[in-house]
T-cell receptor, first 115, second 117 residues
Framework: AQSVAQPEDQVNVAEGNPLTVKCTYS??????LFWYVQYPNRGLQFLLK??????LVKGSYGFEAEFNKSQTSFHLKKPSALVSDSALYFC?????????????FGSGTRLSIRP | DTAVSQTPKYLVTQMGNDKSIKCEQN?????MYWYKQDSKKFLKIMFS???????INETVPNRFSPKSPDKAHLNLHINSLELGDSAVYFC????????????????FGAGSRLTVL
């Protein structure tokens, strides 16, 4: 069975500092991995995804994520945080081997950037 | 133009009532989904349709019935509403799933907040 874990409910970072939001996954075979962001009273918006190839994936708003197969992780990073990055972030995984596999979302991490 | 639109945005109703939430997408996607987000922000898939055909049906009470009249619409009807049904319901869509297209990105609607009193 697939699963995604986001071990931190909340991450607090000062503006201008680097940020990391952690994600680990469990899936049979190769994964497709995603990060989405949710602003208050809005639907989720796609940030970036990993399918294959380069382990470092770059996405929207200066975010990037690194796929680490040995650690089954896909942490979201940004070199310099902005107050406007404050939102709820979801990691998601899908098994690549089956067309019937579902996209499973993590429990979300609330990112708070203080000025 | 809104890509995935849901109506109503807010819905307040009494226990035992029947209600519907409508969803429409103008992206030309073939696959549509309903997700439920509870008060703790957990996001769980309920249903998925591909070209009007049901492909994912999670363990959801049969009081919930999705209907897809065409591939651009996926409505959710809920019978005999219960307090535990209170949540935000998100509609989403993507291009066809399967193979590398399984990495297709979901586009979400803004959500429909259902409150059952």
């Amino acid at each position: 069975a697939q699963s995604v874990a986001q071990p931190e409910d909340q991450v607090n970072v000062a503006e201008g500092n680097p940020l990391t939001v952690k994600c680990t996954y469990s899936v049979s075979g190769n994964p497709y991995l995603f990060w989405y962001v949710q602003y208050p009273n809005r639907g989720l918006q796609f940030l970036l995804k990993y399918i294959t190839g380069d382990n470092l994936v770059k996405g929207s708003y200066g975010f990037e994520a690194e796929f680490n197969k040995s650690q089954t992780s896909f942490h979201l990073k940004k070199p310099s945080a902005l107050v406007s990055d404050s939102a709820l972030y979801f990691c998601a995984v899908r098994a690549s081997y089956s067309s019937a596999s579902k996209i499973i979302f993590g429990s979300g991490t609330r990112l708070s950037i203080r000025p | 133009d809104t890509a995935v639109s849901q109506t109503p945005k807010y819905l307040v109703t009494q226990m035992g009532n029947d209600k519907s939430i409508k969803c429409e997408q103008n992206l030309g996607h073939d696959t549509m989904y309903w997700y439920k987000q509870d008060s703790k922000k957990f996001l769980k898939i309920m249903f998925s349709y591909n070209n009007k055909e049901l492909i994912i049906n999670e363990t959801v009470p049969n009081r919930f019935s999705p209907k897809s009249p065409d591939k651009a619409h996926l409505n959710l009807h809920i019978n005999s509403l219960e307090l535990g049904d209170s949540a935000v319901y998100f509609c989403a869509s993507s291009h066809r799933t399967g193979g590398l297209s399984g990495a297709n990105v979901l586009t979400f609607g803004a959500g429909s907040r259902l409150t059952v009193l």
